[in-house]
């Protein structure tokens, strides 16, 4: 009863703690707004004339057209980046296991580049979230494949599989990049190193769908999740189709990085250090691994956007370098922790 206590106190937190965060990354800019201003502006946009406007139009273009997009795409790369790693650590039973080391997000950027600088949108907007989803799957496979080749079947030697096949997709990204226009290259480098700068009402439903779907279905799969991190054998016996569940649970992460990479670019440690810093406030269930490691993705990834658009202003600072900054220094105080206990 007191875990279930402490886990819904943990919940309500959170919840609260993210909106006052969408409050404040939308509040906060070369341009202050009041957040009763934000509020205001949001009120009207769901109901005309409910709140007295006394704001002026320029700032309700900044706060509707450009702030809000933005913020609600950092919540949801945030949540699932840190969806896919619970889960990755799960299926692998490797603390360090993240889209970024397994080489996923690499495949989903190698995608959007090619979109980007050599196909072009022949798909209209379609086409970048799905080349990178290509990509992402298709490291996911030469990953899988590498392990089976070299008998990596253990957990720490498949992690080490995808750090090798990242370089040679990023390797292979940055060939696409050398050949392309010069011109756009500048452009796909920042992108590269994150940033949420191109956010658009018109596109965020493409990650939105895909997060609630495959989010939901993951969470759905949460006694699979939690018989996975104690062995196959155990998770044999209970039923479970382990090398078909842990090959769909690629499949799913692979399409989540893939679309959040295309609209975000490459943001690491996300998925890598959210799950731990959950599992140390909730618990392992994956139950409770799961929403909560949604919910702290979201918010973090809002405050890093925060920190990158104020730290060096009026420069937009990429996200990339924010989170892996923050990511790598609050990773290493865990391993410390942990050595500690």
Same mark, same amino acid.
Do not use: N, Q
């Given at each position: 009863m007191r875990r279930k206590g402490g886990t819904v106190a943990f919940v309500l937190c959170g919840l609260t703690l993210l909106l006052a965060s969408l409050s404040f990354a939308i509040s906060v800019g070369a341009v202050a707004v009041p957040a009763g201003t934000v509020w205001g502006v949001f009120l009207n946009r769901l109901s005309p004339g409910f709140v007295e406007q006394t704001w002026s139009q320029g700032r309700e273009a900044i706060v509707w057209n450009i702030r809000f997009p933005r913020a609600l795409l950092a919540m949801m790369v945030g949540a699932g980046l840190a969806l896919v790693g619970a889960s990755l650590q799960a299926v692998t039973r490797n603390p360090? !296991?993240?889209?970024?080391?397994?080489?996923? #997000?690499?495949?989903?950027?190698? %995608? !959007?580049?090619?979109?980007?600088?050599? &196909?072009?949108?022949?798909?209209?907007?379609? &086409?970048?979230?799905l080349l990178a989803f290509a990509g992402a799957l298709g490291a996911t496979a030469i990953v899988l494949a590498v392990s089976r080749f070299a008998d990596a079947t253990s957990a720490d030697r498949l992690v080490l599989a995808g750090v090798a096949v990242s370089f040679i997709v990023m390797a292979a990204a940055n060939v696409l990049i050398f050949l392309g226009d010069p011109r756009a290259t500048h452009t796909v480098v920042f992108w590269m190193l994150g940033g949420l700068g191109l956010a658009q009402w018109d596109q965020l439903i493409y990650p939105l769908v895909i997060l609630c779907i495959c989010g939901a279905w993951l969470v759905s799969r949460s006694a699979a999740l939690n018989a996975m991190t104690v062995g196959d054998e155990t998770a044999s016996t209970l039923g479970i189709p382990v090398a078909r569940f842990r090959l769909v649970v690629f499949v799913v992460g692979a399409l989540i990085t893939g679309?959040?990479? !295309?609209? #975000?670019?490459?943001?690491?440690?996300? %998925?890598?250090m959210v799950p731990h810093v959950v599992r140390m406030?909730?618990?392992?269930?994956? $139950? $409770?691994?799961?929403? %909560? #490691?949604?919910?702290?993705?979201?918010?973090?990834?809002?405050?890093?956007?925060?920190?990158? $658009? &104020?730290?060096?202003?009026?420069?937009?600072?990429p996200i990339g370098i924010v989170t892996g900054l923050v990511g790598g220094v609050g990773f290493i105080w865990i391993l410390a922790r942990k050595r500690g206990a």
């Open positions: 360090l !296991a993240d889209p970024h080391l397994l080489g996923i #997000s690499s495949g989903g950027a190698f %995608g !959007a580049i090619l979109a980007l600088l050599h &196909t072009g949108l022949f798909l209209g907007l379609l &086409t970048v979230p679309v959040m990479v !295309a609209f #975000s670019g490459i943001i690491g440690f996300v %998925g890598l406030l909730v618990g392992g269930d994956y $139950r $409770r691994v799961l929403p %909560g #490691s949604a919910l702290v993705g979201a918010i973090l990834l809002l405050w890093a956007d925060i920190a990158a $658009r &104020t730290v060096m202003a009026p420069e937009d600072m």
